[in-house]
């Protein structure tokens, strides 16, 4: 085994254990294949042809799928961008036979907050943020329309699920947001300006509740 394919097995390894375990294959359709492909060969300097090619991980992702019993199983591994490892094994869904493909979408659910967490580290490592800023100097165009508990709520209270905020937006707020017509981010600044314009259901910092809308906050102030 050469150096650089143990290492990428290594990181292979703690990324599916951390990240990857309970994520299920989605069905997709396949893009219709050209019924008479011409293949055109690449331009002599072309970098691409300096790349090796990936390296397979189906293998080591079967084993890791046959521990802990999920339908199917997807990593990559970049180094300095560059694609060094990739692979999938099981199936697109539990109790069928077919199988997935590295070109499948797959439901990331709530491995997207550790991506969430992991922008924001990196904000407050480049100093734009610290753990302590609150909601209302990260988002203070919203600030005057927060109720005066709410504004205290700091970024790392958000992340660990201590911000007092409910589990979800209300149901009349996800309505609204199905009919939305601005983009992503302003849907998320709207998200913050409701939530926070009420009193936390309990004090900042002082219990643990879980909140998928404390982490659409988060995001809005990683885009202020």
């Keep these: 085994m050469s150096v650089r394919r143990g290492r990428v097995q290594a990181a292979v390894r703690a990324a599916v254990l951390v990240s990857c375990a309970t994520l299920a294959a989605t069905a997709a359709a396949q893009a219709p294949i050209p019924d008479d492909p011409v293949a055109e060969d690449p331009a002599p300097d072309d970098p691409a042809l300096d790349d090796p090619a990936p390296d397979d991980l189906a293998e080591l992702l079967a084993d890791v799928r046959a521990r802990h019993g999920v339908p199917a199983l997807g990593a990559a591994v970049l180094v300095d961008g560059a694609l060094r490892a990739l692979g999938v094994t099981g199936v697109r869904r539990h109790g069928r036979d077919e199988p997935v493909t590295v070109d499948d979408p797959w439901h990331l659910g709530s491995c997207t907050k550790a991506m969430t967490a992991t922008v924001l580290a990196r904000q407050v490592e480049a100093g734009r943020l610290a753990w302590t800023t609150t909601v209302a100097d990260g988002l203070t165009q919203l600030a005057p329309h927060m109720h005066e508990r709410a504004r ?73």
């Excluded at 201590?162 to 992503?184: H, K, V």
Aim: charged share 20%; net charge negative; proline share 7%.
């Design 152 to 224: 205290a709520v700091t970024l790392a209270q958000l992340l660990q699920h201590r911000a007092g905020l409910p589990a979800q937006p209300p149901d009349e707020l996800w309505t609204e947001l199905f009919r939305f017509e601005g983009g992503d981010a302003a849907a998320r600044r709207e998200v913050a300006k409701v939530l926070l314009a009420n009193a936390p259901e309990a004090a900042p910092g002082a219990r643990f509740l879980y909140s998928n809308a404390s982490y659409m906050i988060a995001g809005a102030i990683s885009e202020r």
